[in-house]
């Protein structure tokens, strides 16, 4: 992006559809605040779609989440709101054995 280069986790083919995918992959660890760290991923998930439609590029852009955030401040009103704005996509895992249990 200009002089910026910047560097989604995961870029795959989605075979099914025939389509490229981003994801983003954020572990939500456990941290004081939750919302500290769900205000970073929200940042960069903003940032990578307003990069990738300013390209042209409309491929899906995923933001992967554990189970955990799920079940936390991403089920609480604020983390709803915050989904529902952004139209964010999500992808959430199973943080031990890291596999995918659901696409939002």
Known sequence: ??????YVDIQALRLEKEEAIFVEVKTFDETASPVEVFTQAMGQYALY?????????NAPLY???PESAVA?????KLGQIVI??????????DAQSEEIVQWI
């Open 1 to 6: 992006m200009g002089l910026r280069n910047l």
């Open 49 to 57: 779609r307003f990069a990738l439609d300013a390209i042209g590029n």
């Open 63 to 65: 933001l992967a989440v």
């Open 72 to 76: 936390g401040i991403l089920s609480e």
């Open 84 to 93: 529902a704005r952004l139209n964010m996509k999500l992808v959430v895992y």
